[in-house]
């Protein structure tokens, strides 16, 4: 079951406190790291790995990259049983407004690499402060222009059409527990998969006009869920088409694509890669004008 920790941001690693360096350092940290959970998922157990018990962002990355920050997002994403309404768009409002009230004045020039699984990356993609007012673009302008990778596992981003995203929301059936008398309707996040369908559509498309600004990763899974004949979210959903997405198959079903066995393992390997070159300069980042006026 998640934790009952709702809409904040969790610090998983600091360099400062679990690193020994000091206080007076803390501004030199490379980057954030922000990790968004799916449907049904938890901002800790996601990235747990059921055997070996490794949470690759507190036990491995840092040994990679030990000046980054790791961050969390807590929300509610219970299948059944989730009195939410915050819905996919409340949620990526409450995204932005945490990780903005979080960041200290030194954390401006921080890059910042978004990390998401399953759902939480339509929630990512939803993560925007709306039509930008003066005031809006005052509050938000650090955390645009600071923003270098966006990295998905697994996200459903194809939403080209309504009928195609009711049997997406259907495919994610198999992840569902038994429902039981008394367990309620599916939760509201659900039923965005299909009621949003428009509104994801046109998200991947305002993105193209940025994604060269980002480094940009889909991975998508190659094998299918247990009990049934295919992926939960196949390749060619799982994909945004960009001209500058990496696009990297793993061995693993849905729910085990950001769970790694360790330092040698290949997803790891690739992701502590994709980190390190969003947060040492390939991706750019917006300049003041894309930050100032475009919606994103």
């Avoid at 030990?66 to 995204?95: D, W």
């Avoid at 993609?125 to 645009?144: A, E, I, M």
């Avoid at 066995?261 to 980190?275: E, K, M, N």
Wanted: aromatic fraction near 10%; hydrophobic fraction near 40%.
């Amino acid at each position: 079951m998640a934790s009952k920790n709702r809409l904040v941001i969790k610090t998983l690693y600091d360099p400062v406190v679990h690193s020994g360096i000091p206080a007076t350092l803390e501004q030199l940290a490379l980057c954030s790291v922000v990790l968004i959970h799916g449907l049904n998922g938890d901002y800790v157990k996601t990235w747990l790995h059921d055997t070996t018990g490794i949470r690759w962002p507190r036990d491995l990355l840092p040994d990679v990259l030990p000046s980054a920050r790791v961050l969390s997002f807590a929300y509610s994403a219970e299948i059944y049983g989730n009195t939410s309404v915050a819905g996919i768009r409340g949620n990526a409002n409450a995204l932005l407004a945490r990780l903005r009230d979080g960041r200290e004045r030194s954390d401006d020039g921080r890059p910042i690499v978004f990390v998401a699984h399953s759902l939480g990356g339509i929630i990512l993609k939803q993560v925007k402060p709306g039509p930008l007012s003066v005031s809006t673009r005052s509050r938000f302008h650090g955390l645009l222009t600071a923003t270098r990778g966006l990295i998905f596992y697994g996200t459903p981003h194809f939403g080209a059409d309504h009928s195609r995203w009711l049997s997406l929301a259907n495919s994610f059936a198999p992840l569902l527990p038994r429902p039981f008398p008394g367990m309620g309707r599916p939760s509201r996040l659900v039923d965005s998969l299909a009621r949003n369908s428009w509104d994801i559509s046109n998200i991947c498309e305002d993105l193209r006009f940025l994604a060269r600004r980002f480094v940009i990763v889909s991975f998508y899974e190659t094998e299918v869920w247990p009990g049934t004949n295919a992926p939960i979210v196949d390749m060619m959903s799982a994909l945004m088409h960009l001209d500058n997405e990496e696009r990297n198959p793993l061995e693993a079903s849905h729910m085990d694509l950001c769970r790694f066995t360790g330092h040698d393992d290949a997803g790891f390997q690739l992701t502590s890669r994709y980190i390190a070159q969003a947060a040492q300069g390939l991706g750019q980042g917006l300049d003041e004008w894309e930050a100032g006026w475009r919606q994103w």
